[in-house]
């Protein structure tokens, strides 16, 4: 019988990571109205950078081995630089086409990136073990509670606390800012177009690899295709939140990683395995209820 | 001598709609210029020409010898052009002085931003009052008023202001003008206002250029435009900066 | 005046006709090579002609980008299954189904349209949901509509099979049968494309509020392209279960999902030509580059591109055409019989 606070736990953690991912797709939205479909590869793609290139089943740790305190800074300076090199090779040259022209090269450029990492790694999912420790069960609140779990919720507040800090507090965060608002009048006051767009892949590609780092402990696993699953939930949460909300993209994350694990827990048996079935419906609900999502944010209304 | 502004033969489209054609006009080191016109003449693509905001066809625009043609609106904002544009633009998410600081960060003198800050709000007291409300909760004066301050913490060597008195009472449109002609003194800024009323550009006092059409068809001292609407308007029953749409075609 | 007007009129109804000589001429030389790969290729091609055209009707006439196609796609190759499959094979396989459906036999073009009809009600009922919403938020639906099939169909054991493979179809998709289809998709999607509702659909394309304010009812000429459009997917989905002769749910998910709307983008979204162009084009690419992988000799050296590297190309193909030729390569032009008056060269919109 699982207990309510393990409930609380399964759901606090799954919804951080949606959380972080759906940041970092709605921190770009914000800025140049890009629906980032490569969002998830960038995930992918620091989950198998820690790892030895090989099509082997068993994965050897490549920049896994190092120490944390190298890795986790490593992995961070990886994902905003795949983040900042795809907008510096795809995005750049975009930047008068309509939104679902880019949405589409979006989708094209995490394919590319999939079929890269399928090349080199292999289709077959590989078990990896990166900080194994932190799966032990510790107590809290009568529950066995991993580790991990309890770093991760205390990750994701802690990163969600520090880039509102940085949005708040920083001259980048400040211009950001007030780029998703009105880019052209943001750009009328001197504020430079590419170092806001380049400030904002780099902090998405940093929450992607934040997420990479999570999953990989979380599952052990890498798989090719994890970066497409957590794409969709995290595309999903950011609609919900209300597209281009930073904080409705955090709240639609925790909603639908509690959602998910309530359906997990009190779903009957047989019914179990078409729990996402049962999630996106409600997604679909959410969104035909309030269009413009659960949080929109005052900016975002279509412009009649 | 080197005019502060100078624009030679700017063509401006809009897919086959031309919105300019061949315009060209000079603003001397410290002048003030009211652009005037019926709706359609190309005032806001001449504005937006100048700034970088809209891409020209045909022609070239200097700013103290420097071709603006061309350059992205940053750049030309650091160059020291700033815009109030119509309709404010303010940011209505961030905060009144949030909004002041997003267009410090092409100055060198951070140190001065502060104090320059405080100024505006001396300038502008309502602003200084609710500095830490959000900038969407003002009234539609405040907006002007906190849009031209907002461009004027560019430390802009010129300023255009596209429409200040469009949907202000007159009240307010009068303390609007009287802060610009203020500032324009202690700042020695050179401006460009769009106004659509010859006779408050007269009351305020400044050359007019008078677009119709996409080009330059009248240049003179505003009060003696003002002159000749203030007549026609009394033979014609319509005064000649507003004509009827047809007359525009 | 008029006349020019009527003669447009008349030649907007030629482009299937030059379609379809095309993919007849295509197939014709195909069959004469008697190159047996060669025929299995240009099989499906036609049945992805089938595909794109069907994605077309309702993207290329709605704006709104579908990622939730290949899910109609499934649920007309599954249908199609279930209706024609041995009923010994379904009972070993399928224990779940109904027992009409577990006994059904039918033949194999009205259980192709029966799998059009299904795909299409399916659409009509998630459309009727998705529709509501627009733009990007629209788009982000259809992909949750594909998840959920996806979902479904990969745990359903006793009635899909879930994730084993289901074997056994019928392959009697050969080219021809393709070409049939493909020809018909074509005619629907011009009649569409010609049809009031298809040219109130383009007007709002552009402009949502525009139309919106013209007094278009967008919502129900949106679900009627997205009814037209689910039939012909659906039965695009058959006929590639009938060609290859093994479902699985995988293959209709992410991976068709982008090669149908690369080809779609390729060849422009704005024109049914662009369909059957960005198709025929990215498919010959597909056929080259699937024989680089299985490698060739040049002189002493054997050549082999990585496996992946198909689709890696494929993709950056499609950003490089959404880059430099963002309306695709017939940039929203339509292959149309030539005029059979000389085009007056100072002919304007009367507009003095």
New interface residues.
């Given amino acids: 019988m699982t207990s309510l606070a393990q409930l609380f736990f399964d759901a606090a953690s799954l919804g951080g990571i949606y959380a972080m991912a759906a940041l970092g797709i709605a921190l770009i939205f914000g800025v140049m109205n890009l629906v980032n479909f490569a969002h998830g590869e960038y995930i992918a793609f620091c989950v198998f950078a820690l790892i030895v290139p090989s099509t082997e089943a068993v994965a050897v740790m490549f920049l896994g081995k190092a120490p944390a305190f190298l890795l986790i800074p490593v992995l961070l300076g990886l994902g905003a630089g795949a983040a900042v090199a795809s907008e510096y090779v795809v995005f750049r040259h975009m930047r008068k086409a309509t939104p679902v022209a880019m949405m589409i090269s979006s989708f094209a450029l995490g394919f590319v990136i999939q079929n890269a990492l399928l090349a080199v790694y292999g289709g077959r999912p590989k078990a990896i073990s990166l900080w194994p420790d932190l799966n032990t069960p510790v107590g809290v609140l009568g529950a066995q509670v991993p580790l991990l779990q309890l770093i991760v919720v205390l990750t994701t507040l802690l990163v969600v606390c520090a880039l509102a800090l940085l949005l708040k507090k920083t001259r980048l965060g400040l211009e950001m800012r007030a780029a998703a608002e009105n880019f052209t009048m943001a750009r009328l006051l001197g504020v430079r177009a590419n170092v806001v767009i380049t400030g904002a892949f780099a902090l998405s590609g940093a929450l992607a690899a934040a997420v990479a780092l999570i999953m990989a402990t979380q599952t052990g696993v890498a798989d090719v295709r994890m970066g497409g699953q957590i794409m969709l939930v995290a595309f999903i949460a950011t609609v919900i939140g209300g597209l281009g909300s930073l904080p409705g993209a955090v709240a639609a994350g925790f909603l639908i990683g509690g959602a998910s694990v309530l359906l997990q827990a009190f779903l009957p048996l047989e019914v179990r395995p078409f729990r996402d079935a049962f999630l996106y419906t409600l997604v679909i609900a959410c969104l035909l209820l309030r269009p413009q999502g659960l949080f929109a944010a005052s900016s975002a209304k279509p412009r009649i | 001598m080197m005019s502060k502004l100078g624009v030679f033969d700017v063509s401006v489209r809009y897919g086959k709609v031309p919105a300019l054609t061949d315009v060209t006009l000079h603003l001397e080191e410290g002048e003030r210029v009211f652009i005037s016109g019926p709706n359609g003449a190309g005032k806001s693509s001449l504005l937006g020409a100048i700034s970088g905001a809209v891409a020209t066809t045909h022609g070239r625009i200097e700013m103290d010898g420097h071709l603006l043609t061309g350059r992205a609106p940053e750049a030309i904002a650091r160059l020291g052009l700033s815009m109030v544009p119509e309709g404010r633009e303010i940011f209505g998410s961030l905060t009144v002085s949030e909004n002041l600081r997003v267009g410090t960060g092409l100055r060198r003198d951070r140190g001065a931003v502060e104090g320059d800050i405080e100024e505006i709000f001396e300038a502008f007291p309502i602003l200084g009052e609710r500095r830490h409300a959000s900038a969407g909760a003002l009234s539609g004066g405040q907006q002007q008023m906190l849009a031209i301050g907002r461009a004027l913490m560019t430390n802009p060597k010129l300023m255009m202001v596209d429409e200040p008195s469009l949907g202000l009472a007159p009240k307010i449109v009068d303390q609007v003008y009287d802060t610009l002609v203020q500032l324009q003194e202690e700042r020695g800024l050179t401006l460009l206002i769009v106004e659509q009323s010859s006779t408050r550009a007269a009351r305020v006092g400044g050359r007019m250029i008078l677009l119709r059409g996409g080009s330059v068809v009248g240049d003179g001292d505003a009060a003696a435009f003002a002159e000749k609407d203030l007549l026609s308007e009394a033979y014609f029953g319509q005064s000649k900066a507003q004509p009827k749409k047809e007359a525009a075609q | 005046m008029m006349g020019k007007h009527a003669q447009n009129r008349i030649l907007a109804y030629s482009t299937p006709l030059v379609l379809i000589g095309i993919l007849l001429v295509f197939v014709a030389a195909i069959t004469l090579t008697g190159d047996k790969a060669l025929g299995r290729m240009a099989a499906e091609t036609l049945i992805r002609v089938v595909l794109v055209v069907g994605l077309w009707i309702f993207v290329g006439n709605s704006?709104v980008?579908s990622?939730g196609h290949a899910g109609y796609m499934a649920i007309g190759a599954y249908c199609s299954a279930w209706l024609t499959l041995k009923p010994q094979m379904k009972s070993l396989f399928l224990p779940d189904l109904p027992s009409w459906l577990a006994q059904a036999e039918w033949p194999v073009l009205p259980a192709a349209v029966a799998s059009g009809l299904l795909a299409a009600f399916v659409a009509l009922v998630s459309g009727a949901?998705?529709l509501?919403?627009?733009?990007?938020?629209a788009?982000?639906?259809t992909?949750?509509?594909l998840?959920?099939v996806n979902?479904?169909y990969s745990?359903?054991e006793g009635v899909t099979g879930a994730t084993s493979s289901l074997v056994g179809l019928a392959r009697y998709v050969d080219q021809w049968v393709a070409l049939g289809w493909a020809a018909a998709a074509i005619i629907a999607a011009n009649l569409y494309a010609n049809s009031a509702s298809g040219l109130a659909l383009r007007a709002t394309r552009e402009d949502e509020?525009a139309a919106s304010a013209s007094g278009i009812n967008m919502y129900r000429h949106r679900l009627l392209s997205l009814v037209v459009s689910g039939f012909f997917t659906g039965v695009s989905g058959a006929l590639l279960g009938h060609s290859i002769g093994v479902l699985n749910p995988d293959s209709f998910y992410?991976g068709i999902t982008?090669i149908s709307?690369?080809m779609l983008?390729v060849g422009g979204i704005g024109s049914l030509s662009g369909a059957v162009v960005g198709v025929l084009s990215l498919s010959m690419m597909i056929e080259a580059l699937v024989r680089f992988e299985q490698g060739i000799s040049i002189g002493e050296t054997q050549l082999a591109l990585?496996?992946?590297?198909q689709?890696?190309l494929i993709?950056?193909v499609?950003?490089l055409v959404?880059?430099l030729r963002?309306s695709g390569l017939m940039a929203g032009k339509e292959l149309r019989m030539p005029r059979f008056a000389p085009r007056s060269p100072d002919y304007k919109t009367s507009n003095n």
Wanted: hydrophobic share 65%; glycine share 10%.
């Fill in positions: 704006g980008v990622f949901t998705i509501r919403l627009s733009g990007i938020a788009s982000i639906a992909f949750a509509f998840a959920i979902t479904v745990n359903w509020a992410l982008f709307l690369a983008v990585p496996s992946g590297a689709e890696i993709g950056i499609m950003i959404l880059i963002p």
